[in-house]
């Protein structure tokens, strides 16, 4: 079985795969300070709520945005479970070119959403993903990486808000009744959520009118069910991108 594991800077979400099958995911928080002690209890633990074992891994695939946890992971990979591993990077053969000025500035999670959206969906692609920040990829027909936006995600945005705003107190994030607020919190989840969407339907038209041709506009991340709400533009919600695409090029690297 393979381990696929996607490392950002807010979650760690650990997929089980058989073949092409996900039979399992987990989402965790991201912590800098695990070694790989505490995350082979960890993964034992969830494995065995599920009838498995660490012995059923073969391979790891891992894409990371976060230097300081890829030692742990490798030192679990190559200590405890023994298996092979990948560390997605820009010099991954993944199938897709990277047309960028200086492609090492390009995440592992955004060349593997690159990868899984262009395997799974035909034509030109925007991939969304709602994480930490809030990322936009354009992918071409022909699959080639041309290039980008990065915003600050909701609850990023959320967070400095309050903390900048002395008579602001910090709301749950729900959907608001409508985009006239009646009261200090139903304002601030208008502005919000609903600015995330306009915000969001802004980048994705001026996108598609640069690349010249329509686009199919693929959300993902932990957010992009509720999020994506917002939006106009968002065609298809897709939560296992990622970790699909992990999967992918995998079986790339090593067919």
């Not at 897709?238 to 970790?243: E, S, V």
Request: proline residues 2%; negative net charge; aromatic residues 8%.
């Amino acid at each position: 079985m393979l381990l696929a594991v996607d490392c950002g800077n807010t979650h760690l979400v650990i997929g089980l795969f058989d073949g092409e099958k996900l039979l399992r995911s987990w989402r965790l928080s991201t912590d800098t300070r695990k070694t790989e002690d505490e995350y082979l209890v960890m993964l034992r633990q969830l494995l065995a709520e599920d009838g498995h074992s660490l012995q059923e891994i073969s391979g790891m695939a891992v894409g990371s945005v976060v230097p300081a946890v890829n030692f742990a992971l490798y030192k679990l990979a190559d200590k405890y479970l023994r298996c092979e591993h990948c560390f997605v990077t820009y010099e991954t053969d993944t199938g897709i070119p990277i047309l960028m000025d200086n492609p090492a500035e390009v995440g592992a999670d955004r060349i593997i959403n690159a990868v899984s959206a262009h395997a799974k969906y035909s034509g030109s692609l925007i991939i969304v993903d709602f994480g930490t920040a809030t990322t936009f990829d354009c992918i071409t027909a022909a699959g080639e990486y041309i290039g980008g936006a990065i915003c600050p995600g909701i609850e990023i945005s959320q967070q400095a808000l309050f903390a900048r705003a002395a008579k602001l107190a910090n709301i749950e994030l729900r959907r608001p009744q409508s985009a006239v607020g009646k009261n200090t919190a139903d304002c601030l989840r208008s502005g919000l959520l609903w600015g995330y969407g306009g915000q969001i339907d802004g980048l994705v038209r001026r996108m598609k009118a640069e690349i010249g041709c329509d686009a199919t506009v693929i959300a993902t991340g932990g957010l992009a069910s509720f999020i994506s709400s917002f939006a106009e533009t968002i065609d298809v919600v897709d939560g296992q991108l990622t970790l699909e695409g992990l999967r992918m090029i995998w079986e790339r690297v090593h067919r």
